[in-house]
Nanobody, 120 residues
Framework: QVQLVDSGGGLVKAGDSLRLSCTASSRFGSRYNMGWFRQAPGKRRQFVGGITKDGDTTYYADSVKDRFIISRDKADNTIHLQMNDLNPEDTAMYYC?????????????WGQGTLVTVSS
């Protein structure tokens, strides 16, 4: 069983940046592709981006491409979501997950979520 712990959310203003982190509880987390989904109030959960287990390839939803960057620290089983130029439409609960790197995948493991609120 892999447990995921999300952190780093908060309240920011439009145009600001924020960095989310997700740490897998077990070294087995390094064997998986990992990624992020988000869910805004009243909306369905949507894919944000993902990174392969070797950290060499990343994938992004069109809505965040060129603004968000996913990276991986294999030493401590952690991935990061660097979010730049945030806007109010990015307001959502963000969830780390295993093992999806595209929107057509159904995650197996989820973090508890971390809330990002962007004010205009």
């Amino acid at each position: 069983q892999v447990q995921l712990v999300d952190s780093g959310g908060g309240l920011v203003k439009a145009g600001d940046s924020l960095r989310l982190s997700c740490t897998a509880s077990s070294r087995f987390g390094s064997r998986y592709n990992m990624g992020w989904f988000r869910q805004a109030p009243g909306k369905r959960r949507q894919f944000v981006g993902g990174i392969t287990k070797d950290g060499d390839t990343t994938y992004y939803a069109d809505s965040v491409k060129d603004r968000f960057i996913i990276s991986r620290d294999k030493a401590d089983n952690t991935i990061h979501l660097q979010m730049n130029d945030l806007n109010p439409e990015d307001t959502a609960m963000y969830y780390c997950e295993i093992p999806c790197v595209n929107s057509g995948c159904d995650p197996t493991y989820w973090g508890q979520g971390t809330l990002v609120t962007v004010s205009s």
